[in-house]
Each structure stands twice: as C-alpha cells, then as structure tokens.
C-alpha cells in the first residue's frame, strides 16, 4: 500500500521504526518458528531428493517423486486421506454448528452440561479413548455387536475393524467425537454473541426463522466458521494415532492415511528420503486446501 | 430471557442430542468402571455395565510404575508449552496485526503456510537437530517444537485486529514506549485471545502422542500418555490397568476444564468471533 | 496498572519456569550425552533396553538381575528401559537418528541382525563368540549360531534363550466335542487331516467360533505362518535366505485349504484381531484354540484360564510340524564409546555365561537356553512340569528364516496377502504379489 505514493523522508523513517520495533516483537516467536519448524522443514524438503536411510545418503533428484506416483499404496493412503478429510470436516463443522444452535438458547446448566459432554473426549486423551472404542469394536466381546445382536438387529457378529467395507467408517466416527468439541464450544460462544436487536428486529419484520439464520446469524458467525474449518481440516489431514493404536493401516490398506505411511516407511523401513518426500507432497496438499478455505470463506468475510 | 416455544423440532432435537451425550459420555464412564474391574469381570462377553466387584488392584500395579512422575511431566511440559507459546505468540501476533512494515504480508503467509504442515512431516530432521543440541530425551524436545509451531501466532494475529488503533496512536502521541504500548494497552484487549490459546496449547500438548513417543525413550521421562500407550503388551492387553492410567490422565484435566469452563468458553468467543 | 503487573508476574514466572526446567534439561542430556571422559570401566553408565520377553519386560526382575550385576561389578551402572512391540522399534529408530541409542539392546536375530545390524549399527561380538561358546550352543542348535551371525561374519546378537511357538487347545471342548481323538497326546503332533476333522466335530458340537486367524498386524505373525506353512509342509524361504517361496504349490495349497476352512464355516479369520487379541479371546473361552502359544503365554495367561490350555505343535500333513523358533539375546549399539562397550560386553557375559546368574535369566525369559551346558534350567522348580511339554516341542524347531533381508517389509505384506485372501481374492494371485513384495524389499534390503 506504500508504494501508491511516494514516501516522504519522514514516513521513511516511521517505517523504519516501525519495521524494527515489530520484528523486536516478532524476535521471539521467529527464533522457536525458524528453529523447529523452517530449518527442519527445509531439511525435509533437501532430503528428499536423497535416497537417504540408515546406511545411506546419496542424491537422487526427484525418484521419490517419481516413486511415489506409481506407488499403489501412496495412492490409496492419498485418497483415504482425502475421503477422511471430506467426510470428517463438512460433518463436524454442520454438527457441531446444529448442535450448537439447538443448546446456545437453552438454560444456562443445561447448556453447559452439553458442552463439557462434547468436550469430554478432547480432554479425555486420544489414546484413552481409543483404547474404549477398540474393546466396543470388538468382534467377540465389544459392545457394539453385543447391543445390536441383543436387540436383533444382526445375526452375526461384525468384524467392525477387520472389514475393509467398516474400517474406515470406524475410524472417521471416532475422529469425528474426538473432533466436535472445539467447534461446539466456539460455535455456542459465537452464536451467543449475535446481536439480539438484529434478530428482533428481522423478526418484527416478518422473517422466517431461516431467513434469520441465514441472512444474520450466518455472516455474523463467518470467521468462527473459518477459523473451524482451518483447524479441522488440519486435524484430519493428521489422523495417525487412531490408525496406530487400531489398524495399523490394515485391513488391507483400506485405513492406510498419508501420515501413516510416512511414519511406517520412515520409522519401521527407514526410508526417510522417501517419507520426506511424501512429506511434501502433503504439506502442499494441505496448503491448497487451507488456501481454498481462506479464499472462500474469507471473502465472505470483507 | 426470552421464552421458548416448545416445538416438535425441539423435543426430536434434544432427545438425538441425551443419545449423543451418551455415545460422548460413556468412554470416560467405561473407562472410570473399567479402572476398578477385575480382569475377569472386563473380559467378560456379556459386558457388565456396573463393577460388580470393585478393586483397587489396577491401581495398585499402575503406581508400581513411575505414573506420577508420568503425570507431573506432561503437566510441566503442556504447561511450560503454554507459557511460552502465549508469550511469544501474542507479541508477534500483535506486531502482525497492528503494524505495518517490511515483509510483513510475506512473513504472515509463510506461517500460514506452516500451519498447515503436520508436525509428524518434519520428524526426521527434528531429531536430527535435537541430536546436535544434545536434547533428545529431555522434556525440551517436545516443548520446543510445539513452541514454533505457528497456530498460536495465526490466533494471536486475529485476536490483536481487535485492537482499535486510535488506543495505540493516542498512547503512543502521550508519549508511551512499545512496550508500554502493547503491556497497558494491548495486552487487557487480547487477553481473552491468550485465555484461549493457552488451553489449546494446553490440551494439544498433552494429546501430542506421536512427538512425545519419538522424542522421550527413558522410563522416568514419559508423559502420562505415552505411558498409557506403553502399558499394551504385545501378548497380553490388561485392560484394567490401562483404564487406571487412562482414569489418572482424564480426572485432573477433566476438572481442571470444569472448574475453568467459563474462562475458557468466554475467552473462545471474544477472539474468533470478530476474525 | 492492575493488569500491567498481573501480566508482568506472569511473564515472570514463564521466565522463571523456562530457567528452571532448563536446568532439569540440561541435567537430563548430560546423562544422555557421550561420556568420553570416563576411561576404563571405573563408574562407567551402560543402558540397556528390552522388549517384553517374559519377565524381562517387568521391572522388578529386571532390577533383581542388574542387582546381581552389580555385586560382582559394582562400578558399572545399570539403566534399564522397557519397550513395547507396538511403539518400541519406533523409539530405537528414533533414538539411533538422535544418537541416544542404548548400549545394550535384547531382542532376536530379525532386530539385532538383520536389521540394525545390517544398518551397521551394532557392535561385532565375535570376542565373546570363543570356542567353547560356539561349541555348547551348537549342540543345542546349529540355527542359533547361524542366526545370530550376519552374512558378513559379524555376531551381532549374543543369545541367551530359545523357545518353539506352538498353538493350544482348549482341552475340556475338545473332549466334548469329542475331537480329542484327533489328537495325539503323546507326541501333541497331528496331520492336516486330523486337524480338519477336528474343526468339524467342534462345528457339529455347537462350537461358535473353533480358531482364528488374526490378521490385524503387529505381532504374533509366527503363529499364521507356521499354521499355514505346515499344512503341507511349505517352506517359508529358501534354505539360503535369499527368496520367499510360500508361492510353492505346498505353500498354495495350505493358505487356499485355510479359505477353504474359512469358507465352509470351520475356522474364523479377523483382520481387526491381533495376536494379543486373539490370546485374550481364547483366555476368555470364547475361542477353542489359539495360533499364538508359547511357554511364556501360558504363564502369563495362568491366572486367567479357568481351563486347560493344552499345548499342540502346528498341524502338518506328514504328521511332523516345523515349528517357528524365537532366539532372544543382546546386542550392543555401537555409541562410539570403548569404555561402555566393554562394560556392556561384561554385563551380557554376566547374564548370558555366569554359572548361577545364566540359568536364572534364562528362566526370567519362561523360555529355554540355548547352552546345552545348562541342561535343563528348570528342574526342580514348580514349573518344570510344564517346561517339560513345551521342551519336548524344541525338537520341531524349524529353520529360523527370519533373518532373511527385508523381513520388516515382508511382514507388511504377509498380513495384506492373509487380508486379501479371506476377502474372497484368489489365493494363487495374493500370494504371487506378496512374494513379489517381499522380494523387491529383499533386493533393495542386500543390493548395497
């Protein structure tokens, strides 16, 4: 926006103090973000054009790549990945979003009963909620084959996890519950936060209770919205420890995510040129879909 | 308050949402019986929905391990995390948001760009470099990277375009420093942002499985879920014991997110609303 | 004002907390770092790590041992840390890329020697491999020697204990079932075809769920492999463990007779059920036999099984089973520091050699030693009835073809190939492509 007209010695000299006074205050987050994040990254992005192992490191240029491609597994943790992602964000920022509109209004204790329930499993811990859901998985003795075969709904047990057809629903439901409850207690604030004479106002005139919604509440809760969209479609892209603690990938690779696959050829085949390359390709995966969001829905916002 | 009509819509509506709860309830619920069963009683095919004979005996054998000490590190570290990451995130989201100078729409991107980036991606040279500093298996391995993690500045970003720049011209025109500026000025106004993003951190450091399991090797350096995760033998899954280390992670977190609830909920608010 | 110093005090005490839990981290990674200082074996810090063998993954044994150690030894100390198949070999990837590895490291010859071995991560043993060593352990078995010695010479692994996986019976629903005729007590051997005729009678006996083949990965894959190896007496590699041949026509022909059972409604398969899974089913009753037997399993399992768990050798068509072997023992990673190898060389000799000290560890494994010199380790004790069913088994001990390069990748495959061929795809094609797999991941795995 400078450059429209020309600085005068004066303004100059207030950038100049302004960039140096604001890099001060950037110092400290610049020196953790370069450290742990640039420098390994870009680490990351060099090895990867290396056949680089335990034993080895030998410039390969793009055979990673090129691997990668023809690499049938990749390519079905790619798109798994991508069904996890299109299934779990639409679903968690709708649900918690209902959710949210139905307990925002309710009393005071009763609203915030509902909350901390779909809170409870963020807290919880990952790895002990999955460990409960592995044993209600269960073939033999888990609680979801002992209820609906009790109730007749099924004749024979399900192998929920063992079956390439349920494994991967199992594990986007399990996502979505550890997934809705930033959203839901955001979603509450944000709605409680809509200018009530707005509405009233709508409604004296004779708006529908869509309408209101649509036309006043919705922009109103838009960078709420956004800002869930961002971090669940992160979090999804990241869905790792659930595969680890309950398929492993298997069964045959219907649950195998990118993240996954990188942990497995790097950690257990030490591949970590490859990995690295498949690193890549997700984080730029990842950006194009943040960029999407941003662009989208950050229109609406102006 | 206004009234409410009670509409068909509403009473379907609530009666989906008491079935939800119990679908999110009852793994914490599964998991604080689980912890006082016996084996037997756990293992048993028709699932017993109370503990017929409650035990002490998980327990027992969960603090023959160092759980604790388990306990104490993942507080200390998600704690340490929190700090650092509120402090560092709210002076460079403030100088994103509030000022204007070179690089800053390039800087702003590039951590856009990270954010996006799973931290599972960067492992390798990560470790690489925590071997250079001499940090692997010490409670900064994991600290660190979560710290640089730019989230909290993207957050923090938003949080500080709340600040109306009249405050700071005029505190600037009487004559108060930057750091005044941001300490008497900005800091009251994205306080609520920091409220939030401390509890992020909080809880995303404490859930951060992966980063702990590659960065911590020695018994007495586990985190608390980490150490859960340890506890599954290969042959053998004690159930039990693991509910008790699950119960030991869940309960003080889970009290400390009710007796805080209101904090942190009105500080969720204020911040993302206003984007 | 107020706020000024509320926020003013919270910076500090962020100060203060990042000085003092850095001076924790920085007492924390000199422990860790390299003692190069430390010359001979004067207060020299050796660690070691273990992966659950019996009573060597619990840490009051354990302590026991290293206790004993250090009567004898008393300026070398001891840290132990215990792993778990499920997150250990991601921990020492780790920890070898961080240069924390440990000194001392048990596991078998797949770990030890194939692949951090191979890695060129370990320490060569040959000093403690004597003569006489070699000699005592020959008579047990050959195949330990071998295995424990990487193709270039090298010992990587200095091996204390042995045992043969079996599988087991749930013996009272068997005599219900009347299926016991199948089986020869004697010899706990029986024939493919007995073992058929077994499963129907506990089908025709109301037996919901006989076996299953747990295919959900992680461990236990030695259970599967022996199962459907043996059915027509397959071979798993080839006697120079360069190729895979479970595509042979007998190898085909067992893995197509499990479909065969599975589709006919006599045997269960599970890809969401893993060995421990499995181990538990069975535990509980629920399931008649289990494929992930072994003498350590049964003791831990005791207290649980209200039944007899009945301890058999894999079925095989000629009657005599090949049965999979594990030989556990120790290694040292190489950290660059003579003094901690030589203290760590010292503390394996200690648990392995020593007259009183060696037949105790063996016996904190539940498995059997591989020196022939130490007989039978458990005489006398309350267990050694029990030890002695299982040590008749040793004599079935098979080939050990685990060291075979690209075993990791192999066994990847393996679970994927049992996955897809209870999915209804066609044995023959499956298997092709694992072996096919598992070839390309030997060839990279030897190629340099």
């Known amino acids: 926006m400078n450059k429209r007209m020309k600085p005068t010695g004066m303004q100059k000299a207030l950038i100049r103090r302004e960039t140096i006074s604001a890099y001060l205050f950037l110092l400290p987050a610049l020196i953790f973000f370069v450290g742990f994040v640039i420098v390994p990254m870009v680490m990351c992005l060099v090895t990867s054009f290396f056949n680089y192992s335990m034993t080895e490191f030998a410039f390969v240029g793009f055979s990673n790549y090129v691997e990668m491609f023809q690499d049938e597994i990749f390519i079905r943790a790619l798109l798994n990945t991508i069904l996890i992602v299109v299934v779990a964000v639409p679903v968690v920022t709708v649900f918690s979003l209902w959710v949210s509109s139905v307990i925002y209004k309710m009393n005071g204790a009763v609203c915030s009963f509902f909350r901390c329930i779909f809170y409870l499993p963020v807290v919880t811990g990952t790895v002990a909620v999955t460990v409960v859901w592995k044993w209600m998985f269960n073939r033999y003795t888990g609680l979801f084959n002992y209820v609906l075969g009790e109730t007749g709904i099924i004749d024979s047990d399900i192998s929920w996890l063992g079956d390439e057809r349920t494994a991967i629903w199992c594990i986007i439901l399990i996502l979505l519950t550890t997934s809705v409850g930033q959203p839901v207690v955001l979603y509450v604030s944000a709605l409680g936060n809509v200018d009530e004479s707005l509405i009233e106002a709508a409604q004296v005139d004779g708006a529908t209770s869509r309408q209101v919604f649509w036309k006043i509440k919705w922009p109103q809760i838009m960078p709420t919205t956004l800002y869930i969209l961002v971090i669940t479609t992160i979090n999804s892209f990241q869905c790792y420890a659930l595969i680890q603690l309950l398929t492993s990938g298997g069964p045959n690779h219907s649950t195998e995510t990118i993240m996954y696959y990188i942990y497995y050829q790097a950690f257990r085949l030490y591949r970590y040129g490859y990995g690295n390359a498949m690193g890549v390709i997700l984080a730029i995966i990842i950006a194009v879909f943040s960029a999407i969001q941003f662009k989208v829905a950050g229109r609406k916002n102006d | ?275 | 004002m107020k706020n000024w110093k509320k926020w003013m005090s919270l910076l500090l005490c962020a100060g203060m907390m990042t000085g003092l839990s850095a001076c924790g981290g920085d007492g924390g990674s000199e422990n860790t770092a390299e003692g190069n200082d430390s010359g001979g074996s004067e207060g020299t810090e050796i660690t070691l790590w273990t992966y659950p063998i019996g009573s060597w993954g619990d840490s009051a044994t354990v302590d026991g041992i290293v206790a004993a150690f250090n009567e004898q030894y008393p300026d070398i100390s001891v840290s132990v840390e215990f792993l778990d198949y499920t997150s250990g070999d991601d921990q020492v990837t780790a920890a070898i890329e961080a240069g924390t590895a440990p000194d001392i490291i048990m596991e078998g010859p797949e770990r030890l020697v194939t692949t951090w071995g191979a890695a060129g991560r370990m320490v060569d043993l040959s000093d403690l491999w004597d003569e006489g060593t070699i000699s005592d352990i020959s008579a047990v078995s050959e195949a330990v020697v071998n295995a424990c010695r990487s193709s270039d010479g090298a010992y990587y692994e200095y091996p204390l204990c042995m045992n043969a996986h079996c599988m087991a019976i749930n013996y009272e629903v068997f005599e219900e079932a009347g299926a016991l005729q199948y089986i020869d007590e004697e010899t706990r051997t029986w024939t493919t075809e007995d073992f058929g005729n077994a499963l129907q009678a506990l089908k025709d006996a109301g037996v919901e769920t006989t076996g299953i083949v747990y295919c959900g990965g992680q461990g236990g894959d030695q259970g599967t492999r022996a199962l459907a190896r043996n059915l027509y007496s397959a071979e798993f590699t080839n006697a120079d463990h360069t190729e895979w041949t479970m595509n042979s026509e007998a190898g085909i022909r067992g893995l197509q007779q499990l479909v065969d059972w599975e589709q006919a409604g006599l045997l269960s398969h599970d890809a969401g059920l893993q060995a421990a899974d499995e181990l538990q089913l069975f535990a509980n009753g629920t399931v008649a036999m289990s494929f992930a037997w072994n003498a350590s399993n049964e003791s831990n399992y005791a207290e649980q099984i209200d039944f007899t768990a009945y301890a058999m050798t894999f079925p095989s068509d000629d009657g005599v089973p090949e049965l999979d072997g594990g030989i556990y023992g120790f290694g040292i990673f190489d950290n660059g520091d003579e003094a901690k190898i030589d203290a760590a060389k010292q503390f394996i000799q200690f648990v392995c050699d020593d007259e009183t000290q060696g037949p105790q560890s063996v016996i904190a494994s539940g498995f059997f030693p591989v020196r022939s010199s130490f007989g039978n380790v458990y005489e006398g004790s309350d267990q050694e009835e029990r030890m002695t069913v299982f040590n008749s088994m040793m004599p079935y001990l098979g080939d050990y073809y685990n060291v075979t390069p690209g075993w990791a990748d192999q066994r990847t495959a393996w679970w994927n190939m049992l996955q897809n061929i209870f999915n209804g795809n066609d044995v023959t094609e499956s298997v092709n492509a694992y072996v096919e797999t598992s070839s390309a991941a030997t060839q990279a795995a030897s190629g340099n």
């Open chain 2, 1 to 275: 308050m206004k009234k409410i009509k009670i509409t068909p819509y509403k009473v379907v509506a609530v009666a989906i949402l008491a079935i939800l709860a119990f679908l999110f309830l009852f793994p914490l619920y599964w998991i604080l019986t689980g912890s006082v069963k016996t084996a037997a009683d756990i293992n048993d095919a028709v699932p017993q929905w109370f503990p017929m004979s409650p035990t002490l005996d998980n327990y027992e054998r969960l603090f023959d391990n160092p759980a604790l000490l388990w306990l104490f590190n993942s507080v200390a570290m998600a704690v340490v995390s929190m700090i650092l990451t509120c402090v560092t995130a709210s002076m460079a989201g403030y100088a994103l948001a509030k000022k204007r100078f070179i690089g800053r729409t390039l800087l702003f991107s590039i951590f856009i760009c990270a954010m996006a980036l799973p931290k599972q991606v960067i492992l390798i040279p990560l470790l690489r470099e925590m071997a250079f500093l001499h940090l692997h298996d010490t409670m900064w391995a994991v600290i660190l990277p979560t710290v640089g993690w730019p989230f909290g500045v993207f957050l923090m970003k938003q949080f500080s375009e709340n600040i109306p720049g009249e405050l700071l011209e005029a505190a600037r025109i009487d004559g108060a420093g930057e750091a005044r500026t941001f300490t008497e000025i900005a800091l009251p106004i994205i306080k609520p942002g920091i409220g939030a993003l401390a509890i992020f951190t909080f809880i995303n450091c404490w859930n951060d499985y992966f980063l702990q399991l590659i960065m911590l090797n020695s018994r007495t350096k586990l985190t608390i879920s980490l150490g859960i995760a340890k506890l599954q033998a290969e042959m053998s899954t004690d159930f039990g014991l693991i509910m008790a280390g699950a119960a030991l992670a869940a309960v003080p977190i889970i009290t400390i997110f009710l007796l805080f609830q209101k904090y942190f909920t009105r500080g969720i608010t204020m911040g993302a609303v206003k984007g």
